[in-house]
């Protein structure tokens, strides 16, 4: 009898193939070939079609009539969709954390942001750096089930695809200061001021991201 706690193969393939998405391996738009896949990662069509219909659900693999499957197209207008739900969803964990974080959790969050100091102040910077760990702690900080479910699958995997193909090498500083103030805000129980000051970090976020998409998407059409 196997391990449940063992990943299977459809496990193992899921993490490639989301890695290969979101990393742009496998190109935004680009058509679901399963024999291609089947023989790119060693696997039978079983567990590939289970890992594509786990993807589907994470909104990475879409199903077009008279096409069929093809991985999800980045475009500003999902890409505005996602940042607004997010923004909301994350200002509310803000207001819940400031009322529900431990000590424990604030020390994490702070020890946090003193690593990616150092490491954001590098020069050159490592080639792809994020900062989604806080926000994942904040999250969870928030105590509710739900929010944290919602935030932490469907949104996050769409959001790491277009944090990734979308980075332009800015400098990350500016956004450690903001979650400095946020991290502030929450720990002196300002849930108001978290929550505001957390939807203007991710609207912010989400202009910078939409113009780098936009310049993309033009270099592509020229």
Do not use: W
């Not at 096409?67 to 994350?90: H, I």
């Not at 959790?105 to 490592?126: G, I, N, T």
């Not at 090498?169 to 929450?186: D, T």
């Amino acid at each position: 009898m196997s391990d449940p706690k063992q990943p299977t193969l459809a496990d193992r393939t899921l993490t490639e193939l989301q890695r290969a998405i979101v990393q742009g391996e496998l190109p935004p738009g680009s058509k679901i070939s399963e024999q291609e896949l089947a023989a790119r990662y060693g696997v039978s069509r079983g567990p590939l079609r289970e890992a594509l219909q786990r993807l589907e659900q994470r909104r990475l693999v879409e199903r077009v009539p008279h096409v069929g499957a093809r991985v999800v197209r980045l475009t500003p207008e999902k890409l505005a969709d996602l940042y607004q739900v997010r923004a909301e969803l994350e200002a509310m964990a803000c207001r819940l954390a400031a009322q529900n974080i431990t000590q424990a959790q604030l020390d994490a969050l702070s020890d946090l942001l003193d690593r990616q100091e150092v490491v954001f102040s590098q020069d050159p910077l490592p080639p792809f750096q994020d900062d989604i760990d806080f926000h994942f702690g904040l999250i969870q900080a928030s105590g509710n089930t739900t929010l944290i479910t919602t935030l932490t699958g469907d949104l996050y995997h769409q959001l790491q695809m277009y944090r990734y193909q979308c980075s332009s090498g800015r400098r990350p500083l500016e956004a450690l200061a903001q979650h400095r103030r946020i991290l502030e805000a929450v720990a002196q129980g300002d849930g108001e001021l978290a929550a505001l000051l957390m939807r203007r970090h991710i609207e912010a976020g989400a202009r910078h991201t939409a113009h780098v998409l936009r310049q993309t998407m033009e270099e592509l059409t020229a």
